[in-house]
């Protein structure tokens, strides 16, 4: 039985092989059935932010959004979950930016 090497970040497969017809022989219907486990050969992804955002204060009510974009180095068959948190810097947080400590997912697959 042949293994495919998929190349992706993934939880631990599993297969069944069942005997079902011998010749001059009786396939013992207790024992016709056996499990396979593929264990996963691959790291993880990485996940990096891919830039340095500038924005510009303004006055009104609009709300001015700094995005950031973040990147994943390769598709996992699991969810991925990256926890993240604003830190100071010469801007202090509800001063000058909103303070954040939340979580963002990549979705399996
Ligand atoms: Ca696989
Ligand atoms: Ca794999």
Known sequence: MGIADDRRDEPAETFRVVLVTADVADVDPKTRVAAVTIEDNDAQPTVSVVDDPVVTER??????????RVRLSARSSKPVRVDYQTLKGTAAPDADFVARDEVLQFAAG
Do not use: E, H, M, R
């Open 59 to 68: 006055s009104g009510t609009s709300a001015v959004v700094a995005t950031l």
